[in-house]
């Protein structure tokens, strides 16, 4: 269901509402850090420039920081991307992505 649920989502824009909710539960819930890491970056490189998806895919992988203590180098780099777009124009991706960022790097001690 969450992997149905987010590609309709990332085809379909009028889907982002329940993605947005699934996408959440999975970064908060499930026990796999490699299938939330691997959504929160799928969802955050493959959502349109102002789809409400990029922020929080930004800030689930904060989620997932604090959560298992890891991530990858391409959901480091994708975290701080979201932010700095989000800095640059909050039309393109939302704040929350900025709160994703600042909790992936205290989590992992990147200051």
């Known amino acids: ?6 590609e309709h989502a990332l085809r379909d824009r ?3 509402g329940e993605a947005a ?15 939330v890491e691997h959504w929160c ?9 102002g789809s ?3 922020g929080l895919a930004g800030l ?3 989620h997932t920081a604090r959560r298992f203590g890891h991530l990858t180098d391409e959901a480091r780099a994708l975290a701080e991307s979201l ?3 989000a800095e640059a124009d909050p039309s393109d991706v939302d704040g929350r992505a900025l709160d994703g ?6 989590f992992l001690h990147l200051w």
């Open 14 to 16: 009028s889907a982002e």
């Open 52 to 54: 409400p998806l990029l």
């Open 83 to 85: 932010a700095a777009r």
């Open 101 to 106: 960022d600042d909790d992936v790097r205290d």
């Open 1 to 6: 269901m969450v992997v149905e649920t987010l």
């Open 41 to 49: 970056v799928e969802v955050g490189t493959r959502a349109v420039s």
């Open 21 to 35: 909710g699934v996408l959440v539960g999975t970064a908060l819930n499930d026990a796999d850090a490699g299938f």
């Open 60 to 62: 689930c992988l904060g």
